[in-house]
Nanobody, 125 residues
Framework: VQLQASGGGLVQAGGSLRLSCAAS??????????MVWFRQAPGKEREFVTA??????YYVDAVKGRFTISRDNVKNTVYLQMNSLKPEDTAVYYC???????????????????WGQGTLVTVSS
């Protein structure tokens, strides 16, 4: 499965963006089982943002109540709806997928080998 992220841009604090991660190369509904979004701010390590797996969503505390992950198997796309954006959300956002990651390793970037190219989100204050 090839993944391509899009939807990033420049937005003012308090605004919203929706990121998309389009999959191609195989029927999406057959995998990957787990799809995730990570982000990487300048000078920082890539960090877990959210995951969707078997219909369940997982979020880092910093985005709970503001971000929503969803998956459309018909469109072969995973979405990240980001509301109430803050300057600290500024980062390159990456999507990734895995059919083998175990639940306890969901938030570990090293668990994923199939990454999209990233899309830049900039939130101005």
């Amino acid at each position: 499965v090839q993944l391509q992220a899009s939807g990033g841009g420049l937005v003012q604090a308090g605004g919203s963006l929706r990121l998309s991660c389009a999959a191609s190369g195989r029927t999406f509904s057959r995998g990957p089982r787990t799809m995730v979004w990570f982000r990487q701010a300048p000078g920082k390590e890539r960090e877990f943002v959210t995951a969707i797996r078997d219909g369940n969503a997982y979020y880092v505390d910093a985005v709970k109540g503001r971000f929503t992950i969803s998956r459309d198997n018909v469109k072969n796309t995973v979405y990240l709806q980001m509301n109430s954006l803050k300057p600290e959300d500024t980062a390159v956002y990456y999507c990734a997928g895995s059919s083998t990651v175990i639940l306890s390793a969901l938030r570990d970037a090293g668990s994923y080998h199939n990454w999209g190219q990233g899309t830049l989100v900039t939130v101005s204050s």
